[in-house]
Structure formats: C-alpha cells, structure tokens
Nanobody, 116 residues
Framework: QVQLVESGGGLVQAGGSLRLSCAAS????????MAWYRQAPGKQRELVAG???????KYADSVKGRFTISRDNYKNTVYLQMNSLKPEDTAVYYC??????????WGQGTQVTVSS
C-alpha cells in the first residue's frame, strides 16, 4: 500500500522557520515528480513547490526566496524548508507524488500556523 506521511507542521511566529518532511512508502518514488501543495481555509489548494527526479525545482511566486524543496531518493523522502514565515503561509500542507500523469498520490496533510 502506497503511503505519503507528512510531518513537521506546527505553530510558529512570523519570521520563524519550519521544516516539513514527507516519507513515502509502498513504492519507489525515485523517478517521480514530488511536490508540496497547501490549502488555506476558504481557498483552493495551490502548488507551493515541486521537484523532479533530476532535481529541478519550481516555486510559487509567493514563496520564492523563502522556501526550499529538496529530496532524498535513498530515503524516499521530500522536504520543504520554510523560512521567514508569514501569517499568509498558514494552511494545511500536502505532499504529492506523481509516478505518471494519472498515477498521483497525496498525503493526509500537516497543519502550519503562523502567528503575527
């Protein structure tokens, strides 16, 4: 059974940092694109950052320069380092792994709350 398990969320003051982790199990995601999405209350889920197997990354404009996505293929894990957090970063953060365009997995989400 394929599972993506996020961890590392929590409550932090504005300007602080958090590091999210997403551990994948049940299959090897070495050649998969992986990403972090987030969904704030009343808003649509949006892409935060993505990374392909070769290491190329992309970021939402709102997090460029503050967030860094990385992956450890041996550990089947993807990370999101979040610095200089703002209250508007408050959301549930979801890990996503795409083995193909039609085979996509989601984690259960981890809450990130940034207080002002």
């Amino acid at each position: 059974q394929v599972q993506l398990v996020e961890s590392g969320g929590g409550l932090v003051q504005a300007g602080g940092s958090l590091r999210l982790s997403c551990a994948a199990s049940g299959t090897n995601f070495r050649f998969s694109a992986m990403a972090w999405y987030r969904q704030a209350p009343g808003k649509q889920r949006e892409l935060v950052a993505g990374i392909i197997s070769g290491g190329n990354t992309k970021y939402a404009d709102s997090v460029k320069g503050r967030f860094t996505i990385s992956r450890d293929n041996y550990k089947n894990t993807v990370y999101l380092q979040m610095n200089s957090l703002k209250p508007e970063d408050t959301a549930v953060y979801y890990c996503n792994a795409a083995k193909t365009s039609s085979v996509v997995y989601w984690g259960q989400g981890t809450q990130v709350t940034v207080s002002s």
